[in-house]
């Protein structure tokens, strides 16, 4: 059974540093793109970003608006995704979700086909 | 950026009715995708993936269609566990966007 389990959330001053986790089991982690979405409180949900598998590099690619403040990366000899959330704004106050990536191969269609349950993210002096 | 719209942004409706929920892009995205399924305080769940391929494990009595730049997503008979928020989501290119939702309640 796909299982993914974020942690690290919590409440956070502005301009400080997270970093939330994603341990994965139940699949071949190295195997797979994953991404993190959050979902604002009582808003709609946002792509924050993915990391391709070593099979592709590893190659990274955010929202504009974490651009150059998050960063991903993942351990495959743990199953962990990482997201590195430097200088914190009220605005990233979110419930943040990691998600396995799945391709639709030949038309490289990605689409997130298992979540974790997600972690709360509060920024807030 | 791709944005995605939905139509409506919340109905009401009755077991066993038929709904249909619109997601429309603001440039061609051809069957680059998917629908997805939350419930509150749940995490969002896989419907349908690539316009209109069935995601393991979800009913038949869902269903989507669309290619270019509209899509709906159907719901032949609505049943209790199916009052939840549903979401599109684009992936023709990054960032990848999702619509603002379609909240569905009990009429």
């Known amino acids: 059974e796909v299982q993914l389990v974020e942690s690290g959330g919590g409440l956070e001053q502005p301009g400080r540093s997270l970093r939330l986790s994603c341990t994965a089991s139940?699949?071949?982690?190295?195997?797979?793109?994953m991404s993190w979405v959050r979902q604002a409180p009582g808003k709609g949900l946002e792509w924050v970003g993915f990391i391709r598998s070593k099979a592709y590099s590893g190659t990274t690619g955010y929202a504009a608006s974490v651009k150059g403040r998050f960063t991903i990366s993942r351990d495959d000899s743990k199953s962990i995704a990482y997201l590195q959330m430097n200088s914190l704004k009220n605005e990233d106050t979110a419930i943040y979700y990691c998600?396995?990536?799945?391709?639709?191969?030949?038309?490289?269609?990605?689409?997130?086909?298992?979540w974790g349950q997600g972690t709360v993210v509060t920024v807030s002096s | 950026d791709i944005q995605m719209t939905q139509s409506p942004s919340s109905l009401s409706a009755s077991v066993g009715d038929r709904v249909t929920i619109t997601c429309r892009a603001s440039?061609?995205?051809?069957?680059?995708l998917h629908w997805y399924q939350q419930k509150p305080g749940k995490a969002p769940k896989l419907l349908i993936y690539?316009?209109?391929s069935l995601q393991s494990g979800v009913p038949s009595r869902f269903s989507g269609s669309g290619s270019g730049t509209d899509f709906t997503l159907t719901i032949s008979s609505l049943q209790p566990e199916d009052f939840a928020t549903y979401y599109c989501?684009?992936?023709?290119?990054?960032?990848?966007?999702f619509g603002p939702g379609t909240k569905v309640d009990i009429k």
């Open positions: 440039q061609s995205i051809s069957t680059y």
């Open positions: 998600t396995r990536v799945k391709v639709v191969r030949g038309v490289n269609s990605y689409y997130f086909d298992y």
């Open positions: 690539a316009a209109s």
């Open positions: 989501q684009q992936s023709y290119s990054t960032p990848f966007t």
């Open positions: 139940g699949f071949t982690f190295g195997d797979y793109d």
